[in-house]
C-alpha cells in the first residue's frame, strides 16, 4: 500500500489554512525524505515550519489513488505562446 504524506500549512495571523502539500512515496519513511527535501527548497514552508504553522497527517492509499503524470495530460489541449497565439501539437 502506498503513503500520501499531507503536508497542511496555517496562513500567518489566521486561523485558515490555504496551503497544502501532498507527498507520495511507497513507504512513510520515503514520502518524508520527499518532504525535507522539498523543505530545503522552499522558503515559505520552511518559514511556516519555523513559526510552528506546520501540521502533519500519513494516509495510506491504494496504488491505484497515486497520480501519475498521464492523468494530466489532454490530447485536446491547446498550447498558447506568451503572444496568445495557438501552436499547433500536431505539427512536424
Known sequence: MAKALHV????????TISVEHVFYADTEDEANK?????????SNYALAEAEGRVDEAIE????????HPDDFEDDDEETIDVHGTVIDDDEP
Do not use: F
Open 8 to 15: 497542511y500549512i496555517t496562513d500567518k495571523g489566521a486561523d
Open 34 to 42: 520527499i518532504r525535507l527535501a522539498h523543505l530545503a527548497g522552499c
Open 60 to 67: 495510506d492509499i491504494a496504488e491505484h489513488e497515486r497520480p
